[in-house]
């Protein structure tokens, strides 16, 4: 099946967003996070960066230098969208998308594990019998958000999917691993959040003082082991 053609929109008055689709896929966040890294290795006049989400990227650019390079065009945006649509639609993106394998030790202590029972209960699943599921499978790394480093992933197996609590949490801790939904994510420091809290690592998620300073990339492939 061909691919949709993307959809580009302006995101403010110096960004864009290239919409690949309204679906979570591997396929489409390959395009997307495949956009931004062409964008970074070959860069137009007045790119600033890229930020890719689930299915979409979106592009920041200086007004004025776009303005400057591409005098033609009626704005900014008709110079980088008529940049982008050529892109976006023939290049073969999902060849920039490298991926990382990378191992996350996970600790269930009930200290740690603090919504364990909540997702037990719900699913009808013994502790154990959802920690085996939650750690028998590999997790792509979809979009950064939220807070610098936290991550995005899916899928997580249907079996214990579980929704996104009704009154967050006011603090939960640094390293936190929660569940919302099909997605999961690691806190990368002590935050508010909804996410069903089921187990928690001392991996440092996000140093600002180091290059990069996210541990994980969109693209990357984590596996939690059990500790």
């Excluded at 079996?159 to 939904?181: F, N």
């Excluded at 002590?190 to 990069?212: C, L």
Aim: glycine share 8%.
């Amino acid at each position: 099946m061909p691919a949709e053609t993307p959809k580009i929109f302006p995101l403010g008055d110096s960004a864009l967003v290239v919409e690949f689709g309204r679906e979570i896929s591997a396929e489409l966040n390959a395009r997307a996070i495949g956009l931004a890294n062409h964008l970074d290795a070959k860069p137009f006049a007045g790119y600033i960066e890229s930020v890719p989400a689930y299915a979409s990227t979106a592009i920041f650019y200086d007004v004025f230098q776009v303005r400057q390079w591409f005098p033609a065009s009626d704005s900014a945006f008709h110079a980088v969208a008529n940049i982008l649509e050529p892109i976006s639609t023939s290049l073969d993106l999902t060849v920039h998308a490298e991926a990382r394998l990378i191992e996350i030790p996970m600790n269930f202590a009930i200290e740690d594990a603090l919504d364990l029972p909540i997702v037990s209960g719900r699913t009808g699943l013994t502790p154990n019998e959802v920690i085996d599921i939650f750690t028998s499978v590999d997790y792509r790394v979809f979009m950064l958000g939220f807070l610098p480093g936290f991550t995005y992933m899916g899928d997580v197996d249907p079996r214990i999917a579980t929704s996104r609590k009704e009154t967050p949490r006011l603090k939960t801790p640094k390293g936190s691993i929660g569940i919302a939904g099909r997605q999961t994510g690691i806190y990368p420091f002590e935050s508010p959040g909804g996410w069903q809290i089921i187990g928690r690592t001392n991996i440092q998620i996000f140093d600002s003082k180091a290059d990069p300073p996210c541990l994980l990339r969109p693209g990357d492939t984590v596996r939690f082991v059990p500790t």
